[in-house]
């Protein structure tokens, strides 16, 4: 061998050695942006010992989860790491230097929320990470990083993706959203932590499973950049609701009692909700036949070249605000209308858990929410069950905004004759309908019951 093919076998070696010692110090350097990246998230928080009684003593409860830096001293997390908040502290993995933060939005229906750290030399020891801009592969591996259990330092457990579904969010108990469902073994506190596929967050854990091991939960990008771009106007809004219920428009003998063109496909509009975007352009029995434009299938489905969604899916990944073109047949003639996209109210009941009440005269009066089924008390009467089960379904919003409710009795004598009345829901006060919480208080005071 001569000293010209040694020369190319050392030049070959070097720049093997030096692409290696590259690759490793990048390798390194994402790693340590990584640690520097996810955050352990401390609330402290004051809740009641038992809803039903809200004036009872509050307890000082501390919970545990895990965010990701999105921005200078800007955290993403989710809202049930950090709700009820009297005091959020942030720290990095490892550390005990303990930086003041305070919630700056909160999505209940996504369950996210955005932080923001008060102290502002926060941002000289963190850095940020990205969302993906690509959705992950079903099977593919991803890691996911977090705190379990509130310990000091950030692990990670490697995962997989065993699903892309809809589930409910059981922060709210009410929303159904698009999940990734991912084989890894996750813990509490894991909450709000990042999945990582290529340097990049693909998703935010937020869900254990119940019933299945090392079975859990995330975000997934669509929801949070929905939540990201919400938020931009300085406010939270929050997902449009379909606010209507629908059947499948195949049976020909629907459409041709109803005057529908065989031909024509759709879904036929069983119920509409109060005060939502569509409760002034459809009625009840229109056959809906197209939104923004793109027909519908007799399923509900959207079909526009090669994407393809549900009606919900379409509705919901708008912003509040946005107008939305509808067309139906009515009675035989075709109608099309623009409608403004808008909260729908009626559905606060099933996501509030205030601890509004009054107390007068030994009497507790309370709006019905998710607190009464939350609570350990088995004496719920029937009828509380079904008006907030049904508050929609059965129209009973017609009479009020919000039921009131006895929920307790204080032992004095002279309201101990009220005790059957014990959760109860009011009817009237002098026959009047008390529309709401305020309105109670008025009509009481207005009246010196």
Known sequence: MNKKDLTKIFVLILVIWSYSVF??????SEVN???????????????????????????????????????????????????????????MSGSQRDYNARVLFIGYDCDLALLEVLDKDFADVSKTL???????????????????????????????IIRFEKSRYSYSGLDFRNVIKINANIQPGNSGGPAIQNGKVVGLTFQISKTGKDVAYLIPIEIIQHFLKDIK??????????????????????????????????????????????????????????????????????????????IVDHIENRQLGETLKVEVYRAGKKYSADTVLQKNFALDLYRETSDNYILNSGLVFQPISRSFF???????????????????????????TRDIVLSYIFDDPEVQKYKKYKFKVVETINDRVPKDLNDFKKIWQENEI
């Open 23 to 28: 690759a490793q110090e990048t390798e390194d």
């Open 33 to 91: 942006n990584l640690y520097q990246a996810v955050v352990l998230v401390r609330n402290d928080s004051y809740t009641s010992e038992n809803k039903i009684q809200p004036w009872m003593k509050k307890n000082l409860s501390t919970g545990l989860g895990s965010g990701i830096v999105l921005g200078k001293n800007l955290i993403l997390t989710n809202a049930h790491v950090v709700n009820d908040s009297s005091r959020i502290n942030i720290r």
């Open 130 to 160: 990205t969302l993906s801009d690509v959705p992950p592969i079903l099977g593919s591996d991803l890691l996911v990083f977090g705190f379990p259990n509130g310990q000091e330092r950030l692990t990670v457990e490697k995962g997989s």
């Open 233 to 310: 106007d300085g406010k939270y809004d929050g997902f449009p609701n379909i606010g209507f219920t629908f059947q499948s428009g195949a049976p020909n003998s629907l459409k041709q009692g109803m005057q529908i063109p065989t031909e024509v496909s759709g879904v036929f509009i069983n119920r509409i909700y109060p005060n939502s975007t569509f409760s002034k352009v459809l009625h009840e029995k229109d056959f809906l036949v197209s939104l923004d434009g793109i027909p519908l299938s007799n399923e509900g489905e959207m079909i526009s070249g090669q994407k393809k969604e549900s």
């Open 374 to 400: 939350n609570n350990e008390d088995g004496e719920l009467d029937s009828s509380i069950k079904y008006h907030y089960s049904y508050f929609i379904q059965d129209l009973l919003y017609r009479y009020t």
